[in-house]
């Protein structure tokens, strides 16, 4: 087990900066016999932003005087991206969780930032954001709180309650949370790409936070902050919250995925790989290579995530032969569901009950597949999982029919190529659909799903991810097998 995260005490000032009261000692002991540094006092207070200015008062020496130096505010935002929009703000940044808003405070007063990146006929004085990473999707778009961010002069903005050293990240934790591949996808990546260069010294700010989800997760949030993070709408009464720096929304570039292109010191879903294995202390960092491992006759390990509703495979005991019989050491399992109970305990036991379970249940589920060198699924949210796979093993994504091979590929088909690992896909025939035992041969649903798809996603959703198992043709499914053994030579 890992130690508990560090839950360092909030809101430490300026005025507990050790570092900063030696050094102030040590000028104040310099002035007093050398009054010609003075001047060299005042550069020194000027330069340092964010740090109360050093008076010089008469007798006593140095005193603190509480006064903030405002800085020229700088805001970078960008409207434009086609999954989130974010904004990178810098100066005094005061944060009013109760209210969402966000005040950047302008020497020159209201409009008198330089504001970049707002899209077409947005007011630079003051501007709403959502800070969810699914932009698109007006439907879900809908439910996500909305922060509205003022530049206002000093006497407009709320005094500060707690004043911060480190960035702030604000974000939304609602949408689709709570669904595995949206957790990672809309969440946890893109939480990656906009805080890991950090090292930890962040503090998140989160909207529509969610306690259940942050104990699930707790080996990954805090591996990204040193700071407990703040439940945004909840905090205090009228708390205001100051920072030198903000990232309001996450950046998001590709599905599962990471562009080191794009992302600061060009991070990239292979460190996010070594990241996770770091978190969750997964042991094998490569798959087996079968041609020069120390142990020889080893077989590799295959994982065959085995769904129990919708999506299942219904010749499994057929599929397990099969790869055996090809040279695999075979495992089927659901990974994510929760063990099975021999006791039930109180039922609406609460949700930090609910909590533990999902956070055992990741370990579980993190350690079991990274012992695995292969692994076959059914498109859906299970082949998340293939996160935690060691690096050069291969995935195996089964495509149900429906035309949904290309954006298969792109959900599940180029994050392993992105970590290291081998990708292969197999669209199965209508002969391997149920769906060809519930409709005629002739029917649209099995000869031309794209009416259904200009009609409408959820019916897509509803006939074929929802009504649809498969039955593999192992003389076809045989050679992709095969295929998987020799790329782990
Ligand atoms: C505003 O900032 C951008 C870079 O962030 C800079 O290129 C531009 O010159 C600035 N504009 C003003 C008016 O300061
Ligand atoms: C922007 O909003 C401010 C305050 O709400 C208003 O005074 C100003 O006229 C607006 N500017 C534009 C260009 O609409
Ligand atoms: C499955 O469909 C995808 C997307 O259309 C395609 O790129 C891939 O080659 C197909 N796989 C096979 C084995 O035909
Ligand atoms: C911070 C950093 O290293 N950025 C680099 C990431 O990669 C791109 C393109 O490959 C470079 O142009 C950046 O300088």
């Not at 960008?78 to 969780?97: H, N, T």
């Not at 946890?188 to 306690?211: D, M, N, Y």
């Not at 392993?416 to 409709?439: F, K």
């Not at 099995?446 to 198992?469: A, R, T």
Request: with cysteine; proline share 6%; aromatic share 8%.
């Amino acid at each position: 087990m890992k130690p508990a995260a560090r839950s360092k005490k909030q809101g430490r000032g300026a005025f507990c900066n050790l570092p900063l009261l030696l050094l102030i000692g040590a000028i104040q002991f310099l002035v007093i016999y050398s009054p010609a540094i003075d001047r060299y006092m005042v550069m020194i207070t000027n330069g340092k932003p964010g740090f109360p200015s050093l008076l010089l008062d008469g007798r006593r020496g140095f005193k603190l005087v509480e006064e903030e130096f405002i800085p020229e505010p700088r805001v970078v935002c960008d409207f434009a991206d086609p999954r989130s929009d974010v904004c990178e703000l810098e100066g005094a940044i005061r944060i009013r969780g109760s209210t969402s808003e966000v005040f950047v405070v302008a020497p020159g007063g209201g409009g008198a930032a330089n504001v970049t990146g707002l899209g077409a006929g947005m007011n630079a004085t003051s501007w709403r954001i959502q800070p969810y990473t699914r932009k698109g999707e007006a439907r879900v778009m809908r439910g996500i709180t909305e922060l509205t961010v003022r530049v206002v002069a000093a006497g407009e903005a709320p005094a500060c309650t707690v004043r911060h050293d480190v960035p702030a990240v604000v974000y939304s934790n609602g949408g689709y949370c709570g669904n595995y591949y949206h957790d990672f996808n809309d969440n946890i990546i893109p939480l990656f790409i906009t805080s890991r260069h950090l090292g930890g010294e962040v503090q998140l700010l989160v909207a529509q936070k969610q306690q259940w989800w942050f104990h699930k997760y707790r080996e990954i949030v805090d591996g990204l902050t040193n700071y407990e993070a703040v439940d945004l709408g909840g905090d205090g009464a009228g708390e205001v919250r100051c920072f030198r720096r903000a990232t309001l929304g996450l950046r998001s570039h590709k599905d599962l995925s990471i562009d080191p292109r794009r992302s600061p010191r060009n991070l990239s879903m292979v460190d996010f790989k070594r990241f996770l294995m770091w978190r969750y202390a997964l042991p094998r960092e490569h798959a087996i290579r079968t041609d020069d491992d120390d142990e020889p006759g080893r077989k590799p390990r295959m994982l065959i995530i085995a769904r129990q509703s919708r999506r299942r495979f219904m010749n499994l005991p057929e599929i397990v032969a099969l790869a055996e019989e090809v040279g695999f050491d075979v495992t089927t399992s659901d990974v994510m569901s929760p063990p099975k109970k021999t006791t039930t305990s109180g039922a609406g036991s609460g949700s930090a009950a609910a909590g533990d379970e999902g956070h055992a249940r990741m370990a579980d589920a993190s350690a079991l597949v990274n012992s695995f060198d292969a692994m076959v699924a059914v498109h859906g949210s299970g082949l998340t999982n293939l996160m935690f796979l060691p690096m050069n093993a291969v995935v195996v994504q089964v495509v149900p029919l429906g035309r949904m091979e290309s954006l298969a590929m792109d959900e599940y088909g180029v994050p392993p190529r992105d970590m290291n690992m081998r990708y292969l896909q197999y669209n199965i025939t209508a002969e391997e659909s149920t769906l060809s035992d519930a409709y005629p041969r002739t029917h649209p649903v099995l000869l031309d799903p794209m009416p259904i798809h200009k009609q409408s996603w959820s019916l897509v959703k509803d006939i074929y991810l929802g009504q649809q198992d498969v039955r593999l043709d192992l003389r076809r499914f045989r050679p992709v097998l095969e295929k998987v053994i020799r790329l782990l030579r």
